[in-house]
């Protein structure tokens, strides 16, 4: 069985750590491959096609060559992050006027829906995996610092950036029920985990390699549960 886990920097292990951007060895696919590995699931092959800042424009342009032509059994689609993140360096030039997310969340889902598509199209069983949580907070303290401090204020006056966050989450829930589509609740099950200090990196939007841990470990049941489930119901 081969399982490709498409997504944005959190898939490709990005992390933050003393100040610097990081890809870790110990990202959510590799964890999954060794829990897969330990359950003497031999057969199990998980390829990480996770690129550092894509937005789902990116990922449907790259859906042919990094899944179709791999021909996997499942594709695990994380993305979202980037979409709903804005252009700083505008908003610092234009600060009084109307600014837009990178990827609007009408495109977002129109996006998604289309990657859905083609996925089923080519025998391929997409699997949606909800945003992981970010630590507000330690967001704005990095944007403020790489940027201005008049961001947290621009941002404030929107509800927030765990506002749009959260909201693309939301309607991503939504169409992956619209749509059929197994869903993995990865932002819930991280947040349960443990303390976001210890489970989000300093950047305030990445992970540690426990928050990685933490997401294999909903993927990886996740997927045990829904493959004893397909059996079960193919002897009935």
């Given at each position: 069985?081969k ?39 031999n ?17 449907l ?105 959260g909201?693309?989450?939301?309607h ?32 305030g ?6 928050g ?13 549960k829904?493959?004893?489930?397909q ?6």
């Open positions: 069985m399982i490709i886990c498409f997504g944005d920097s959190l898939t490709r292990g990005v992390s933050v750590v003393k100040g610097r951007l990081r890809i870790l060895k110990e990202n959510y696919p590799a964890f999954l491959q060794e829990l897969f590995n330990q359950q003497e699931e057969d199990v092959t998980v390829i990480n096609k996770g690129v550092f800042n894509d937005n789902s424009d990116l990922m342009s790259r859906l042919e060559k990094d899944v179709l032509n791999e021909h996997p059994d499942y594709t695990i689609i994380e993305v979202g992050g980037n979409d709903c993140n804005f252009n700083w360096n505008e908003i610092i030039e234009k600060p009084k006027e109307e600014h837009q997310a990178i990827v609007s969340l009408q495109r977002y889902l129109a996006n998604i829906s289309e990657i859905v598509k083609k996925m089923r199209d080519s025998g391929i069983i997409p699997i949606i995996a909800t945003l992981p949580p970010l630590d507000p907070v330690r967001y704005y303290q990095t944007i403020s610092t790489q940027y201005n401090p008049s961001i947290g204020n621009w941002i404030g006056k929107l509800g927030g950036i765990q506002h749009w966050h909201m693309y989450n939301y991503l829930n939504k169409l992956a029920d619209e749509l059929k589509v197994p869903k993995i609740d990865v932002r819930t099950a991280i947040k349960k985990a443990g303390d976001s200090i210890n489970l989000i990196s300093e950047d939007i990445h992970l540690t390699a426990e990685y841990n933490a997401f294999s470990m909903a993927v990886f049941n996740y997927l045990i829904w493959s004893d489930d059996i079960m119901t193919s002897n009935r």
